[in-house]
């Protein structure tokens, strides 16, 4: 019974999220958005995140090993987190040899 009030709680925070995003859409048409550019990256990340939970939920239903799950949900984040950070660091420098050699 645990695993489907989890079900729906990650099902209803991903219908959240589908919300959010047609917020920002709307905000970045105006032209009044104030999440960068390394924030967007970061937040496209969420669905992911929450559609892997959802998945293992389904798959294992009562018999979801919570301490695996957890440890990897959390690997799964600093993983992202990490690959963010390089590929911001990658076009940042990319723009900088840009400016030099123009």
């Not at 389904?58 to 993983?79: H, Q, S, Y």
């Amino acid at each position: 019974m645990v695993a489907c009030k989890a079900f729906f709680f990650f099902v209803f925070l991903l219908i959240g999220f589908h919300f959010y995003c047609g917020r920002l859409i709307t905000q970045l048409e105006k032209g009044t958005c104030s999440v960068s550019g390394l924030q967007m990256r970061r937040i496209n990340e969420i669905p992911t995140i929450l559609l892997g939970l959802v998945i293992l939920l389904a798959i294992f239903k009562n018999n979801l090993p919570v301490n695996i799950a957890a440890l990897g949900t959390g690997i799964a984040i600093l993983a992202f987190a990490i690959i963010i950070q390089l590929y911001a660091r990658k076009r940042r420098l990319h723009k900088k040899d840009l400016s030099v050699s123009s």
